[in-house]
Structures are given as structure tokens and as C-alpha cells.
């Protein structure tokens, strides 16, 4: 096999007829790239095989994250978001497998906690740090859903299976609801406060990356709405591998102890 292999996709930032046409034929490029680089060919059969257990895999993530929305969740914030990537860079049929092993056996254990902990939602940028995870929770909170391109947003809804195959994942990844590339930050707030509705969340952490300037500029927005509604929110900012992470704990213990008590 040829393994030096590259394609860039472009990726429209505004959704209308003449960028979802253009998102189709960008998708045929890519196909007929690996065919070309690869010696193979990727029918429409495999496509829907393909979108089949994709679909299988977003069912199965949707149905774990139900779990969440009991009082006092069976499963930790951090447990979930290793379960999430497991499934981005796991062989599909085989996740799918073991989560639904995994969710049989969680729908026996019965939760005898009648604890009902500060319900915390990120959101924001690409997300999974465990050192603030454990802050959150060590603090009694609970972190209950992720609004981003690694949580809820990477396996909410389903590919159209009747459609053909290009044309509905291009529409499928235009009109899912995205990260802050695309410009409708009125789309991300009502997305954010249906989740926050839906898992009856107390406080919201946006997280972004440094120099992500998308998310930057999302965040007054979301902010001034936020707190017009009385949802407390905390902005903070870092790396994937977080150098500061000493101060951003302080921070996100004083923000949930003072929204907490």
C-alpha cells in the first residue's frame, strides 16, 4: 500500500444550495483520490454499508448519553469522552459490539444514589482534558454533556439511508448543527440551550483553544444570553496539553463552589 497519501477537503463556511452542491462534488474528489492512490473502488453499496454502521455507532452514543440525564449519572464525564473517541478511531463494528455490551449492563444496575449533584455542560472548542474533568467533579458537580465537535455534536442524528450516498452525508455534515467554522452563532445558542434544557444543566463551562479564533468571537454572544437567562458561565481558554493548569482549576473551583452553594 501506498501510505503517503493526502487530500485536503474543503469544507463550505455558510450553507446554501451553491456550497451544498459544491460540498458533493468536493466529497466525489476525495473518492476518486483514494481510488486513484489506493488501486480500489468505493461503490455506492459500501457507502451504505458504511453509513449503516455509522448510524448503528450515533444510536448507540445517543443511547449512553441518556444515561446522563438521570439525577445522579451511572457513567463519569470522563468515562464518556473516552467512550466518544473510542468510537472516532475504533474499528465501527467492533465498538459497536462492546457499547452495546456496555449499555445491557448498565440498563440492569440499578442507581441506589439519591445524590443530586450541580449539573455542569461544556462546550466551545474540542474538548478532553482529564485534569479538569476531575476538577469539576471533585468539587461534588457532575459533568453531564459536552456541546462540541467531540461530544454530543460528533454523533447526533442519522444519515439519510434512502438518499444517494454522497448527497446525503454532504447535507448531513452541512446541516448537523457544527463548531463555530460556520457562520450562524444563532444556530450554536439554540442548540446550547436545547441541551441545557434536556440535561437540566446548572452551570456551562466554554472551553476554547488558544487562537481558535471562531470560537473566540462566538463566545460574547453566547455569554450575553447566557447570563440573561441566569446561567452561570465560565470562559476558559487553554491548550490540548494545558501548561496553566494550576490556575484554570482555581479558576473552575471558585466558579461551581460560588454557583454551588
Same mark, same amino acid.
Given at each position: ?112 444514589? @439519591?445524590?443530586? $449533584? ?10 478532553? +482534558?482529564? &485534569?479538569? %474533568?476531575? /476538577? ?92 440573561? @437567562?441566569?446561567? $452561570? ?10 501548561? +496553566?493548569? &494550576?490556575? %484554570?482549576? /482555581? ?11
Amino acid at each position: 500500500l501506498k501510505l503517503d497519501y493526502s487530500f485536503f477537503l474543503e469544507l463550505p463556511k455558510e450553507i446554501n444550495p451553491l456550497s451544498r452542491d459544491y460540498y458533493r462534488l468536493q466529497l466525489r474528489r476525495f473518492i476518486t483520490s483514494i481510488e486513484d492512490h489506493f488501486d480500489c473502488e468505493i461503490t455506492d453499496s459500501a457507502l451504505q454499508d458504511a453509513i449503516r454502521l455509522s448510524n448503528q455507532s450515533r444510536q448507540l452514543l445517543q443511547n449512553l448519553y441518556r444515561f446522563r440525564k438521570a439525577d445522579s449519572p451511572l457513567i463519569s464525564g470522563h468515562e464518556t469522552i473516552q467512550i466518544v473517541k473510542a468510537s472516532m478511531c475504533g474499528l465501527k463494528a467492533e465498538f459497536n459490539r462492546k457499547l452495546s455490551d456496555l449499555i445491557a449492563k448498565m440498563e440492569e444496575q440499578e442507581n441506589s444514589s @439519591k445524590r443530586k $449533584p450541580h449539573r455542569v455542560l461544556i462546550c466551545g472548542s474540542y474538548f478532553d +482534558n482529564k &485534569e479538569i %474533568i476531575n /476538577t469539576i467533579e471533585n468539587t461534588g458537580a457532575c459533568l453531564v454533556c459536552e456541546d462540541n465537535s467531540n461530544g454530543i455534536k460528533y454523533f447526533e442524528g442519522e444519515i439519510d439511508l434512502d438518499m444517494d450516498p454522497v448527497h446525503a452525508i454532504a447535507d448531513f455534515y452541512l446541516e448537523k448543527n457544527t463548531c463555530a467554522r460556520i457562520i450562524d452563532a444563532s444556530r450554536r445558542l439554540n442548540h446550547l440551550m436545547k441541551l441545557i434544557e434536556e440535561y437540566r444543566v446548572d452551570s456551562v463551562i466554554y472551553f476554547s483553544l488558544k487562537f481558535c479564533d471562531t470560537n473566540l468571537m462566538d463566545y460574547p454572544y453566547i455569554r450575553s444570553q447566557l447570563q440573561e @437567562k441566569g446561567i $452561570p458561565v465560565l470562559h476558559v481558554e487553554g491548550e490540548q496539553h494545558i501548561e +496553566n493548569i &494550576e490556575n %484554570i482549576k /482555581t479558576r473552575i473551583q471558585t466558579f461551581l463552589e460560588t454557583s454551588m452553594y
